[in-house]
């Protein structure tokens, strides 16, 4: 079962914009992943963000938690064409090596 | 460093008939699972193994899968038989000691 939902299902910007993803999750976590994967290929970890922090940056990355909405956001600044991707978060109810549960994911198209 | 390794990358079967799919994790990482996703949607976790134990296969449907994770290494996941709704992208990842999984490039099955 899905987890996690994100928001929109799919987001197609020019290239140098920034892109906002949203995700949803259900139950309490220890943590929140975003991973990205390319068209045919397997996922890539980009990100992760603790119950306890609020926001977290990885170069162009920006992630946000608010554990009381139950809510998470993925910032992309000055996209590129090859961040054109589906975007997916997942979250893990404890720690350490517990299996992921994933969301449906977010398309994202960067025009040239 | 290799990443993790699946085979074959593509898989076309007949109804009813036995496939298995094999994973190669990172060296030394002692975490592997199994994830199915269908398409347009996130991965499912079927199945972790902490090194040859399966710690969690509350997904996976024991009716018609199975999986082994011999010398707590390689791994082997079936499926016998084959019905048309498995057609899906079987997915492997690794982990060892942390909340990043990484992950192969999957097995894409088509049952016809």
């Known amino acids: 079962s899905q987890q996690g939902e994100e928001d929109p299902q799919a987001l197609s910007i020019q290239e140098g914009e920034n892109a906002t993803m949203n995700c949803s999750y259900k139950t309490s976590i220890n943590n929140l992943q975003w991973y990205r994967q390319n068209s045919g290929r397997g996922l890539v970890h980009l990100i992760l963000?603790?119950?306890?922090?609020r926001e977290k940056h990885s170069g162009r990355l920006r992630v946000t938690l608010d554990t009381s909405k139950k809510s998470s956001s993925l910032l992309i600044t000055a996209s590129r064409a090859a961040d054109t991707a589906s975007y997916f978060c997942?979250?893990?109810?404890?720690?350490?090596?517990?299996?992921?549960?994933f969301g449906k994911g977010t398309h994202l198209i960067i025009q040239p | 460093e290799a990443g993790v390794v699946q085979s074959p990358r593509y898989k076309i079967i007949e109804k009813k008939q036995p496939v298995a799919f094999w994973c190669n994790p990172i060296?030394?990482?002692?975490?592997l699972y199994w994830y199915l996703q269908n398409l347009g949607q996130g991965p499912e976790l079927l199945i972790r193994y902490e090194n040859e134990e399966a710690v969690d296969d509350s997904q996976l449907p024991k009716d018609r899968f199975s999986a082994e994770r011999l010398k707590g290494v390689d791994s082997t996941l079936k499926i016998q038989p084959a019905e048309l709704g498995d057609s899906a992208v079987y997915l492997c990842?690794?982990?060892?000691?942390?909340?990043?999984?990484?992950f192969g490039p999957g097995t894409r099955l088509t049952v016809l």
């Open positions: 990842a690794s982990s060892f000691h942390t909340d990043t999984q990484y």
């Open positions: 060296s030394g990482h002692n975490t």
């Open positions: 997942a979250t893990a109810p404890g720690g350490g090596a517990d299996g992921l549960t």
């Open positions: 963000i603790r119950s306890n922090e």
